[in-house]
């Protein structure tokens, strides 16, 4: 065969252009997705598989009230007529109409295995068995009645529901979640009687109400699992006013007490979506890796009713700080993303608010009312034509009768002899025999002036914008009923009542929860001259040992702490950098370099460390003689370059950082000078040079130290022997900030240290 006959026509070779194809192909795809399965529509909440599901099972009549059927049959009836997809596909979407946990308002009454809320699967469809709920019969309302349009399905050979009446805010009461090209949809489920209360608002009160009006209707969110909303309500507002924003939900808890101060938490409700035996996992395994130092064990111990055992390490534990704890680290705590992207009647994508959502739902229910009252309308005039023609041949009943027998064409001679129109020809020859009884003209007239009167009403009902907003208000009303938040004595209603309860967070102080994640140890923290750093557990460490420093180098300073504790260190340049004390390096070796854990400046050298205690003050000097108060709160640096407090140029350096405990400071220079002052001559701040607190000629600042008047000045020598000057004999030094002051008296050290 030649190459010739391989090649096709030349009439069918045609050259296309790849970029516009593509592009063509993938934007019919991507609304074939947005349309027909990601996104739900704004009038009955639900995404064509959904529709089509609870159609199947109107036409199997599988009403409330009925028997069930397999679920299998069900499905495939949506795959056979309306839905030409995978059969595990429809029927995962099956089992969630009909699972508790998921939908807020069930639409399928389920008999058999449909999951639960561990994550364990559904059985196969031929075991499960299904049926409408009351939710979904409400959904079908008025769908005989010409209330919605139907289109062909896919193959042309019946037809489904374009979207379904819905007597019930669906999209709203039940959420919705997708996935589409380019976009997605995330909708919480909300508390069906507070939606009715919101839209009753717009029709009789405020149609143009905010979502800030909205919400003292609908507080937020009601998840089928319950849980506590622990969003702000200005947080709730704005987000139902764009349409986007998220929800904070925790497990709801309580304290069990066990008996001599022993307590248990019990976890009675988790957050929406979150499978219970994944979180028990993830709980037990932050256990075993030792992140959770407060907890000793987890438990589940749920039957029908969730129930999760959380056991504290000890009695003295908070139990706030540990559910805080646990609230940072595992979804015992998750946030519900709020993304209201819905299919604006039917086909345009559109992010609504909580008020376009609800506009769209009433003006769908108002345009179903309008179109069911002219179908029944319809009605009514054909049979009011009937009975009109009913009415004529009771009255000439005789003539009917003879016509019928004797007449070749009887429809022909009816219509010709009483003027008849071909309906009523029609129906008065269908007439049973049965019918021509004497009492029946009396019904028929009766029947006559009841539809008229119908009619008329019906007739007033369409020419009244105002009427068909009360005739909603009615429906939405009497939908409050079916689902209140209180049965009639008081008690929660069964499915109405409201299950996700509004909370603040607890005000549990964030450093206690940081320093809940950290086993509390004692350690001992020993720097030396040439920065290295080290914290080896206890605190009975030797730290003068020789081993522990490398060759030249010695202790610089040594503090006792734990691992919960922050640990300030101030430079020459006066920085401040705050180091963990459970990120210090071990006991072993000679510790890590200081400077790998901050940035600390070329050619500055550390001043001091110490623990931080919140609420102490320190008075921060320079060389020169300068300083402040400066409370140590201020000075935790968040980030690895420290935190500049003392402002110096060189050639100053910041020196002392001293601990505020009294009410007078004693400060002596390099040239052998005390002074003593108020402490209130000292100004307090955050950052600057500070004032001058006491005068040189020669030299700097030697040691700084505040002590209680009531008390006297302490020092202590270099053999150890303490002394101490009561301030009746400090008379001589006494003084002003920045005055000379005099020489020390007697005993003083002479390394001008307050503590040889």
Not at 212 to 228: A, E, N, R, S
Not at 540 to 560: C, I, M, P, Q, T
Request: aromatic residues 6%; glycine residues 8%.
């Amino acid at each position: 065969m030649s190459d010739s006959d391989t090649l096709p026509p030349a009439d069918d070779q045609r050259v296309v252009d790849l970029k516009q194809a593509l592009e063509e192909r993938y934007l019919s795809y991507a609304l074939s997705t947005i349309t027909q399965r990601a996104l739900p529509d704004a009038r009955d909440g639900l995404k064509p598989v959904h529709r089509r599901i609870i159609h199947a099972m109107r036409l199997l009549k599988l009403d409330p009230g009925q028997g069930y059927k397999k679920s299998a049959r069900i499905v495939g009836d949506v795959i056979g007529k309306f839905h030409p997809h995978g059969d595990q596909s429809i029927y995962d979407a099956l089992v969630r109409m009909a699972q508790d946990f998921a939908l807020r308002y069930p639409l399928v009454d389920g008999q058999g295995n449909f999951g639960n809320i561990d994550g364990d699967g559904a059985a196969a469809m031929r075991y499960t068995e299904s049926r409408m709920t009351d939710v979904a019969t409400r959904l079908l309302e008025g769908i005989s009645e010409n209330a919605i349009d139907f289109k062909p399905t896919y193959d042309g050979e019946d037809e489904e529901p374009v979207v379904l009446p819905s007597n019930f805010p669906n999209l709203l009461a039940n959420g919705s979640t997708g996935i589409a090209v380019g976009m997605a949809t995330s909708i919480p489920p909300h508390n069906v009687a507070e939606l009715c209360d919101a839209a009753l608002h717009l029709i009789n009160v405020n149609p143009e109400a905010s979502a800030h009006d909205l919400t003292q209707f609908v507080k937020g969110p009601d998840f089928p699992t319950g849980g506590i909303l622990v969003e702000s309500p200005s947080s709730i507002a704005h987000s139902y006013q764009t349409g986007r924003g998220s929800f904070r939900l925790r497990s709801k808890w309580e304290v069990e007490e066990t008996g001599r101060g022993v307590y248990l938490i019990v976890v009675t409700e988790i957050p929406y979506g979150v499978q219970k035996s994944r979180l028990v996992e993830k709980i037990a395994e932050l256990l075993l890796a030792k992140k959770l130092p407060l907890l000793k064990d987890v438990r589940d111990e749920s039957s029908d009713d969730i129930r999760l055992v959380l056991e504290p390490r000890a009695r003295t534990v908070d139990a706030v700080i540990l559910m805080e704890q646990l609230f940072k680290t595992t979804d015992l705590e998750t946030r519900f993303p709020l993304n209201l992207n819905v299919l604006d009647r039917g086909t345009a994508p559109k992010v609504m608010s909580l008020a376009q959502a609800l506009k769209a739902w009433l003006e769908h229910r108002k345009e179903v009312l309008v179109r069911r009252t002219t179908h029944r309308l319809e009605q009514i005039a054909h049979r009011l034509e009937v009975l009109a023609g009913y009415i004529i041949a009771y009255l000439n009943l005789d003539e009917v009768i003879r016509i019928i027998r004797e007449e070749d064409d009887a429809k022909a001679s009816l219509i010709a002899t009483f003027e008849l129109s071909d309906v009523q020809a029609e129906a008065i020859l269908n007439m049973r025999l049965r019918s021509l009884r004497k009492l029946e003209e009396i019904e028929l007239r009766k029947e006559h002036e009841t539809l008229t009167e119908e009619k008329g009403h019906l007739e007033g009902l369409l020419a009244s914008d105002k009427r068909q907003w009360g005739t909603i208000s009615k429906e939405i009303e009497a939908l409050k009923k079916t689902y209140p938040l209180l049965n009639a004595d008081g008690t929660p209603h069964a499915l109405g009542a409201r299950r996700t309860v509004l909370g603040d967070a607890p005000t549990a102080d964030a450093a206690e929860v940081t320093e809940a994640f950290i086993e509390r140890e004692p350690i001992t923290v020993i720097l030396s001259e040439k920065g290295w750093i080290r914290a080896p557990r206890g605190h009975g460490s030797d730290v003068n040992d020789e081993r522990g420093f490398k060759a030249g180098d010695r202790l610089k300073l040594s503090l006792k702490c734990e691992t919960t504790d922050k640990l300030l260190m101030l430079t020459t340049g006066g920085k401040v950098y705050t180091l963990a004390g459970d990120k210090l390096p071990g006991g072993r070796g000679q510790g890590e370099p200081v400077r790998i854990m901050v940035d600390i400046e070329e050619g500055q050298d550390i001043v001091d460390l110490f623990v931080y205690r919140p609420g102490q003050k320190r008075i921060v000097a320079s060389a020169a003689g300068y300083g402040f108060i400066v409370g140590e709160d201020e000075m935790i640096a968040n980030t690895r370059k420290g935190k500049q407090i003392l402002n110096v140029g060189a050639p100053d350096e910041a020196a002392l950082l001293v601990p505020v405990a009294g009410d007078r400071v004693a400060v002596i220079g390099q040239n052998r000078k005390l002074l003593v002052f108020p402490l209130a001559q000292l100004a307090e701040m955050a950052r600057g040079k500070g004032v001058r607190l006491q005068r040189y000629k020669d030299g700097g600042i030697s040691d700084l130290k505040t002590f209680w008047a009531a008390d006297g000045l302490t020092w202590t020598d270099s053999s150890g022997r303490t002394y101490t000057k009561p301030t009746e004999e400090l008379t001589d030094w006494l003084g002003d900030r920045a005055t000379a002051g005099r020489q020390p008296p007697n005993g003083f050290p002479r390394n001008n240290r307050f503590v040889g």
